[in-house]
């Protein structure tokens, strides 16, 4: 929520400079004022809705039949939302979500999804991993899927996603994550998710 004003100097390769000051009153912007539409730290279960083996808790540092194993506790304090808090996804499993409760997103501007990610899964061709959106818990979108390579994190990874074509001037927002479907291949851990956040901008009061 500041003014910003600046002129341009500019000179062509003879080294002639002209400068642009917008007529002696300057040019100018104002930075938007930065918002948190949501934040939860899963110290607390935020009473999301779980398929399949997702379960809200402290995760055991299990599993690993491929990639690496669990975490101990989560980023911030011992819990995380997980699929299978006690080791690896199963084979054959068709796909389970977790899905959050509705997020107010109408004052909202350049929303962004940010939460702390300890993932394990096979390339997507055989084993599949989501980040989805909706904005009436029926019809989804997907903002991320598991690529085509082994997906196996080792420690905890930021991961921060663009929800704005969804989320901005909405008031009702929805996020799930999808562990599957899987083959008769592989195990890994699957997902575990800690400190989610919903950030954007909003014009200054």
Same mark, same amino acid.
């Given at each position: 929520?500041?003014?910003?004003?600046?002129?341009?100097?500019?000179?062509?390769?003879?080294?002639?400079?002209?400068?642009?000051?917008?007529?002696?009153?300057?040019?100018?912007?104002?930075? !938007?004022?930065?918002?948190?539409?949501?934040?939860?730290?899963?110290?607390?279960?935020?009473?999301?809705?779980?398929?399949?083996?997702?379960?809200?808790?402290?995760?055991?540092?299990?599993?690993?039949?491929?990639? $690496?194993?669990?975490?101990?506790?989560?980023?911030?304090?011992?819990?995380?939302?997980?699929?299978?808090?006690?080791?690896?996804?199963?084979?054959?499993?068709?796909?389970?979500?977790?899905?959050?409760?509705?997020?107010?997103?109408?004052?909202?501007?350049?929303? !962004?999804?940010?939460?702390?990610?300890?993932?394990?899964?096979?390339?997507?061709?055989?084993?599949?991993?989501?980040?989805?959106?909706?904005?009436?818990?029926?019809?989804?979108?997907?903002?991320?899927?598991?690529?085509?390579?082994? $997906?196996?994190?080792?420690?905890?990874? !930021?991961?921060?996603?663009?929800?704005?074509?969804?989320?901005?001037?909405?008031?009702?927002?929805?996020?799930?994550?999808?562990?599957?479907?899987?083959?008769?291949?592989?195990?890994?851990?699957?997902?575990n998710i800690d400190d989610i956040v919903i950030n954007g901008t909003r014009p200054c009061s």
């Amino acid at each position: 929520c500041s003014f910003y004003y600046f002129v341009i100097n500019a000179s062509d390769v003879a080294g002639n400079m002209v400068t642009d000051d917008n007529a002696g009153i300057y040019y100018r912007f104002n930075t !938007k004022e930065i918002t948190t539409a949501y934040s939860v730290d899963l110290s607390t279960n935020p009473g999301w809705s779980t398929e399949g083996q997702w379960a809200f808790g402290q995760p055991t540092g299990q599993g690993g039949q491929h990639g $690496h194993p669990d975490p101990t506790s989560g980023f911030t304090g011992n819990n995380v939302y997980g699929y299978n808090l006690n080791g690896d996804y199963p084979n054959n499993s068709p796909a389970h979500s977790l899905t959050s409760t509705a997020f107010d997103c109408s004052n909202v501007s350049n929303a !962004k999804l940010t939460y702390m990610r300890w993932l394990g899964v096979e390339r997507n061709m055989y084993d599949q991993a989501s980040v989805q959106i909706s904005n009436n818990g029926t019809t989804w979108n997907t903002l991320w899927m598991n690529p085509d390579i082994e $997906h196996a994190d080792d420690s905890w990874v !930021k991961h921060e996603l663009d929800i704005s074509d969804y989320a901005d001037g909405q008031s009702m927002v929805y996020l799930r994550w999808v562990n599957g479907a899987t083959d008769q291949g592989w195990q890994y851990c699957g997902w575990n998710i800690d400190d989610i956040v919903i950030n954007g901008t909003r014009p200054c009061s």
